[in-house]
């Protein structure tokens, strides 16, 4: 090494671009963590307003508003691009900003892959985006695109083709950003900063990238067969040539199960930050939440087949899964108390963070539930397909990723952009969604209950008072959207400044580094290398 | 963990100018020229990508665009693939070289992994076809698959894997022309298995019409042959990049992360085509 040191040039100063050439090229894993949340944003009306045309189909029975077939299309595309489109690159977005901060280092392993993984999803959003104007339109076999519906028989055209295509490429970004925050935290941690001194969204982080690395590829895989299928005549899953459509099942959810962890686990991250800051308390059972994660992580694996209890498994099969899928309400419960007991006895400061984090608990501990209830058989084989499925997933995936990545952003926002966002438009916003969330997805367990099937463009005239009552809900998830818009948007230009590098106040209960340097952080983070004393209990 | 909110505070970190420099971070005065160089070449590779897969796609789809849009797609990937490469070779000297090497060993590790993860879903789609989902295996109608050719091939692979490892041993010892032959022995090589699996997709298009639409059978077949030996060619090309460096000595005993990573890459390939040559021809 000494001798290798020797060698060593220093580095020449960076070249200096300014306006949009500089956000462009940079390589800066705090930029390109802004980048991802604004691309995750722009997305996110776009994924919004499908689900509105959505509610507005479902307002009448037999509604004419739009056709059928372009209601497959809005429920397709709102889901491909709330997964895909907002929730993976908003938690990659913020995962960049914060990981390499919160770990001491002065950027991701290796910047300009970095780079390259966000700039790999545009095309792909393209693509998506484009399919509406060919012949036969979008995608319109669901976010999971079961063939034979999404086979070439039935689901001719290019629209499939190209979301297929774009997944495909989609899935090359997010390995390349999983094998970066892997090499990342595993090689560039500040001196002293051992496996068990990383904050908990460092370790939410971990998970989640071995999640992608390891379950993204089958995606890959099998859509790589599912497009050779269409495009080129192969038998994978078509029964007629010896192919079996269960199978697809079986390797799309082998990736489907874990990407739910992948979305949610940031969000565990998070609220493992937030809620200690706002109750004034240290984190209650640190090595307990480790281990719960690694554990989620691990069994997340092993449940995928709870999607299919009515697809055709054997008993024994199915008695499996279920036992899987409720063992993971262990590790999740563990995370659960455990951010009550750091919040047990604190001083709370009900600040908009907070109140999302609160939120969150709230919302996903009835989303957990209904889970559970899921992962039982002979439930699942009642409530299949129908509209609990939906409020199951929409409380996991809205009540649960989406608030706690509200949390992250009302929490760092500061930090990112060294302006504060209007607390009063915060908490409009906050309570906007919180009860437009109830409103909407709440009577959606007593539609599934009732037997009202999900992604079904028409329903039985007995269901229209509950649908007409969750269409109207909308409108305040949609009014909470553009307050958020409203206030990000106004307080990048003229919100009041801040340069405390710990604004919040909260770096004595929390070992976070973010917390200890400038407010914004300099390109290169830290002026000084941070060396990290451990607090020993 | 200590419960106790009225507890001391966390230490605050504080700089560490007399502590040894992290991994990676040679102690600068200047802490400016730790910011990273910015890059045109992500973006420029990115759309390259979209744009060679927009002309696949209409190439598969049977629109008829000119055959300068398919070539004017690919310059749009290999420019700025050349050009990254070019700015990193460059940059290379900058670094502390037993860190670079560090990181990067460990991110085209886990890269294999999530290789060997697609790969991994091929082969469960023949484990279940075989054994949950046929009654018959291979199908009725399906060609016999000539086990003894492949092994030829499959043991001219697994050896290459060792003339590969020779190279690497050789070069780490300085002996470079040694380096080379045993270097040009496995490109040797690894051109005869891509020759012998040819041949053998020949005979079985030629003799038996067997194709890729024959069914999940033939899918699985050439898909898995297939995409392998797109493998075995990216290696092979990975392969000529390391004798062109070895000749025009871009790399020494400290800077050849290249070798490595082929070595990787290789061991990867040949790997994968044991569990291949086994579930495929023999099982």
Known sequence: MSTAEAAVAPAPAPQAYSGLMDWLTTTDHKKIGLLYLMFAFVNAWAGGLFAGVVRLRLWSPNSSFISPHLYNEMLTMHATVMIFMVIMPAFVGLGNYFVPIMIGARDMAFPKLNAFGFWMMIPPALMMYASFFTVHGSARGGWWSYPPLSGPQFSPGAGESLWCLAIILMGIASIMGAVNFLVTIADMRAPGMGWMDLPLFVWSNIITAWLLLLAVPVLSGVLVMLLSDRMFGTGFFQPGLGGDPLLYQHLFWFFGHPEVYIMILPAFGIMSHVVPAFSRKRLFGYKGMVLALASIGVLGFMVWAHHMFTSGISPQAQIFFSTTSLLIGVPTGVKVYSWLASAWGGTIDFTPAMKFAFGFIALFVIGGLSGVMLAVVPFDIAVHDSYFVVAHLHFVLFGGSVMGLMAGIYYWFPKMTGRLLSEKLANWHFWLFFIGFIWVFMPMHWLGFEGMPRRVAFYRPQFEPLNRFISAGFLLLLAGGIIFTYNVVHSLRKGERTSDPDPWGVNDVQQSLEWTTATPPKPWNFDEEPEFVPAHD | ?283
């Not at chain 2, 009725?140 to 290459?160: D, E, Q």
Request: overall charge neutral; aromatic content about 20%.
């Open chain 2, 1 to 283: 963990m200590n419960m106790d909110p009225t507890s001391t505070s966390f230490p605050a970190p504080h700089g560490a100018a007399a502590a040894a420099a992290a991994p990676g971070h040679a102690a600068h005065g200047d802490p400016s020229a730790h910011a990273p160089q910015p890059s045109g070449w992500p973006l420029l590779l990115a759309f390259g990508i979209g744009l060679f897969a927009t002309s696949f796609f209409l190439l598969a789809s049977g629109y008829h665009v000119m055959p300068l849009f398919y070539l004017s797609a690919l310059i749009c990937v290999l420019i700025p693939a050349l050009g990254w490469a070019t700015t990193i070779a460059r940059e290379r000297h900058h670094q502390d070289p037993v860190y670079t090497y560090k990181i990067l060993r460990r991110g085209f590790f886990y890269f294999l992994l999530s290789e060997g993860a697609i790969f991994g879903s091929f082969f469960a789609h023949n484990i279940y076809l075989r054994y949950a989902h046929a009654k018959t295996w291979p199908p009725v109608g399906a060609p016999y698959l000539n086990p003894h050719l492949a092994a030829i091939g499959t043991l001219l692979l697994v050896f290459s894997s060792f003339t590969y490892h020779w190279c690497h041993q050789a070069f780490l010892k300085g002996k470079k022309a040694l380096a080379k032959n045993w270097l040009l022995a496995t490109i040797g090589l690894g051109i005869i298995f891509l020759g012998i699996q040819g041949y053998d997709w020949g005979t079985l298009k030629a003799f038996d019409k067997f194709t890729y639409q024959h069914g999940a059978f033939g899918s699985e077949f050439y898909w898995m042959t297939g995409f392998h030996g797109l493998h075995v060619c990216v290696g092979l090309l990975f392969l000529s990049l390391v004798y062109y460096r070895m000749e025009t000595n871009q790399i020494d005993q400290t800077y050849n992360f290249s070798l490595t990573a082929a070595e990787y890459y290789w061991h990867f390939v040949d790997i994968v085509w044991v569990f291949l040559f086994f579930v495929i021809y023999l099982l």
